[in-house]
T-cell receptor, first 115, second 114 residues
Framework: KAGVTQTPRYLIKTRGQQVTLSCSPI?????VSWYQQTPGQGLQFLFE???????NKGNFPGRFSGRQFSNSRSEMNVSTLELGDSALYLC??????????????FGEGSWLTVV | AQTVTQSQPEMSVQEAETVTLSCTYD???????LFWYKQPPSRQMILVIR??????QNATENRFSVNFQKAAKSFSLKISDSQLGDAAMYFC???????????FGTGTRLQVFP
């Protein structure tokens, strides 16, 4: 059974540009969540999608957005990139239902460098 | 608000020895889950072990076991027979249906020496 798959793994963007990261959850998982990992702030929750609806959201500016498709795949978009957005972005998936959403599995992450 | 604290930024252990990583948390909830995740240099977060707060029995997964003290809000990870491949960052995490997200500690870097 394939794990959580994230693309691209590495990318470099310029300040002011936008970026889209993609995530395919484990087969059968309907919830996808995104986390940002930086040396200074650690691991922080961005948002979670379940059945194409945003179910939970962290404390990030509106430049950070996401969506989920009917096949549970998810994309995360960051617009008007700032240097501080350089981070490892981790996607995670879970079954998403009441009993299954408490066990969360992660992908390998997408490394974003903003220059 | 829930918080997770890992007070050991770095730990080291000799191969084949046992090491314990500490984690404390703060919550007013009674129903929650606790996790240990391992993040090797590849940076993928790997689920190591999971504990349900309503279960008194400590979780065990092969060489990994936890000491869950609910009243003390303590959740330590014991790694037995340490292997070189255990070298990684270890994160303690909290989940509840109220927060509906993982709340992580700052991590402990474990080094394993041959």
């Amino acid at each position: 059974k394939a794990g959580v798959t994230q693309t691209p793994r590495y990318l470099i963007k310029t300040r002011g540009q936008q970026v889209t990261l993609s995530c395919s959850p484990i087969s059968g998982h309907r919830s996808v969540s995104w986390y940002q990992q930086t040396p200074g702030q650690g691991l922080q929750f961005l948002f979670e999608y379940f059945s194409e609806t945003q179910r939970n959201k962290g404390n990030f500016p509106g430049r950070f957005s996401g969506r989920q498709f009917s096949n549970s795949r998810s994309e995360m978009n960051v617009s008007t990139l700032e240097l501080g957005d350089s981070a490892l972005y981790l996607c995670a998936s879970s079954l998403g239902d009441d009993k299954g959403r408490n066990t969360i599995y992660f992908g390998e992450g997408s490394w974003l460098t903003v220059v | 608000a829930q918080t997770v604290t890992q007070s050991q930024p770095e730990m080291s252990v000799q191969e084949a020895e046992t090491v314990t990583l500490s984690c404390t948390y703060d919550t007013s909830e009674s129903d929650y889950y606790l996790f240990w995740y391992k993040q090797p240099p590849s940076r993928q977060m790997i689920l190591v072990i999971r504990q349900e707060a309503y279960k008194q029995q400590n979780a065990t997964e092969n060489r990994f076991s936890v000491n869950f003290q609910k009243a003390a809000k303590s959740f330590s990870l014991k790694i037995s027979d340490s292997q070189l491949g255990d070298a990684a960052m270890y994160f303690c995490a909290f989940f509840s249906y109220n927060t509906d997200k993982l709340i992580f500690g700052t991590g402990t870097r474990l080094q394993v020496f041959p």
